[in-house]
């Protein structure tokens, strides 16, 4: 079973009251959908809109357990808890955290909500996987009313070095919930690392190499997993969406939309600050002002799909962006050229893979990331073996993409020669990288990263059943 905030599936309410599903955006869902749709079972999760009761139904082979949340829960453990503090928090207070005690006791409460909700259809024995930062709390909680499961966190984001996480006043009950969990997983070994120094600093529990101790009331010590787990995409689903006929036809009309003499800069992001689209429209303006790049031969697509709308953060980051867009094109475009076509949406894969595929060069200039799966999806999407991928040494996917142009999107002169060097990239080099590139996300797609940590787990599950045994 899988419990994460979100379903992978939106309740979307029109304006005549009718009520419609849609897919939820984020990495989250697009990693866990491919896999629990082979595996089947239950998802545990919130449908996305306040106030909305809805029964449990079946989506294929998912059943969907929706769990309610208030409107006032909505902006305290959700748009205030969750995203105005965890969220910039864990990503090195790229935007400043807030700490406000009455959107802990929302946290808290929605946490003991959603473990309950598990916990009363989990079969004895289960194994429950708890996914993302807004549920941290659920680990424990679920431990102590069903001490017969098999508990699985996994932190899709970033975990933060101890003398950033230390900032939080609730530190002590964060790693203490999330350390209810058998296995631990996050995206880098870097992110584990800063959890067990958490573990070590806060709580004072020893931890050897993978394994954090937690002592018990009877002297023994129960081991609990805590290492990193790459996360990965439906690699195989992406390259067959890639090759539809109707996929590569939208395509080619993309590209003739554009000008298919023009070199295409894709970038594909949630509107949020951790992405770098303003460090990304800067680099771009600027070789544009230096006359490096024209708008006679390239074009920038940037794709920045609504988020959080509420929280005041990424309100301003709308507004500056949008700015930014609006001088970019006023400045540099002309009746037959525009510098930048901004796209205020989300889409769906369809579309996103033929993006994709008219793409020259792609950039993903995020200032922290979890992983940045669109990185991946971009190799995948490219078996032509063309395109350059520009990618942040501060994006998880840098570990693993090491044929990309790595870049600081901080060091601005650097990000500007990195997007020229893509631009102007020989065919051979672009397919040589690209080749290395798209081995990487086929070998270590999402199935093999839910069998590594759901393998994890039945380890940890079979060494209890011993421990008991003897
Ligand atoms: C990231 C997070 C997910 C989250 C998604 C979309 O991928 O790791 O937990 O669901 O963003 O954000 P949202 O706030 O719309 O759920």
Not at 169 to 198: E, H, M, T, Y
Not at 250 to 261: F, P, V
Request: glycine share 6%.
């Amino acid at each position: 079973m899988c419990i994460s905030n979100r379903l992978p599936v939106d309740r979307v309410i029109a304006d005549d009251g009718t009520a419609q599903w849609k897919t939820s955006p984020g990495g989250l869902v697009t990693a866990m959908e491919p896999v629990m749709r082979e595996q089947g079972g239950a998802w545990v999760g919130w449908p996305g809109v306040a106030d909305e009761d809805v029964e449990p139904f079946s989506d294929g082979t998912i059943d969907i357990y929706p769990v309610a949340l208030s409107e006032e829960e909505v902006q305290d453990f959700y748009e205030g808890f969750s995203n105005d503090t965890i969220w910039p928090l864990y990503h090195d207070v790229i935007a400043p955290p807030a700490y406000h005690r009455e959107w802990w006791v929302a946290y808290q409460r929605v946490n003991q909500r959603f473990a309950e909700a598990a916990a009363a259809i989990s079969a004895n024995g289960a194994t429950v996987w708890v996914h993302d930062y807004q549920l941290q709390l659920v680990p424990r909680i679920l431990r102590s009313i069903r001490p017969d499961l098999t508990i699985g966190y996994f932190n899709h984001i970033p975990f933060p070095a101890y003398g950033i996480f230390s900032q939080l006043p609730w530190r002590k009950q964060i790693i203490n919930g999330v350390l209810g969990a058998d296995v631990i997983g996050f995206q880098r070994p870097a992110d584990a690392g800063n959890f067990q120094r958490s573990v070590r600093r806060l709580l004072g529990y020893e931890t050897k190499s993978a394994r954090v101790l937690e002592p018990q009331s009877d002297g023994s010590f129960r081991p609990i997993v805590a290492k990193s787990f790459p996360i990965s995409i439906d690699s195989a689903g992406f390259e067959r969406l890639a090759r539809q006929p109707e996929v590569q036809a939208r395509a080619k009309e993309i590209r003739s939309q554009l000008g298919e003499e023009k070199t295409i800069i894709l970038g594909v992001d949630r509107l949020d600050y951790t992405k770098g689209i303003r460090h990304r429209l800067k680099a771009y303006g600027e070789l544009l002002e230096d006359g490096r790049l024209s708008v006679e031969n390239t074009t920038l697509v940037q794709v920045a799909s609504p988020s959080r709308e509420r929280v005041e953060t990424y309100r301003q980051l709308r507004d500056e962006i949008e700015l930014t867009v609006g001088r970019l094109n006023g400045d540099f475009g002309s009746i037959a050229d525009t510098a930048v076509h901004y796209l205020h949406h989300g889409y769906p894969r369809e579309e996103m893979a033929a993006l994709y595929l008219a793409a020259d060069v792609m950039l993903v200039t995020a200032l922290r990331d979890g992983m940045n799966l669109v990185a991946k999806e971009y190799a995948a999407t490219r078996f032509d073996r063309r395109g350059v991928l520009v990618l942040s040494e501060f994006a998880g996917a840098s570990d693993e993409l090491k044929q990309a142009l790595l870049i600081n999107p901080h060091d601005i002169e650097g990000l500007k020669d990195a997007i020229v060097q893509a631009v102007t990239m020989p065919v051979s080099e672009q397919e040589k990288r690209m080749r290395s590139l798209r081995r990487r996300v086929a070998e270590y797609d999402v199935a093999r990263w839910s069998r590594s940590f759901l393998n994890a787990l039945e380890e940890s599950h079979a060494r209890r059943l011993v421990a008991e045994a003897a």
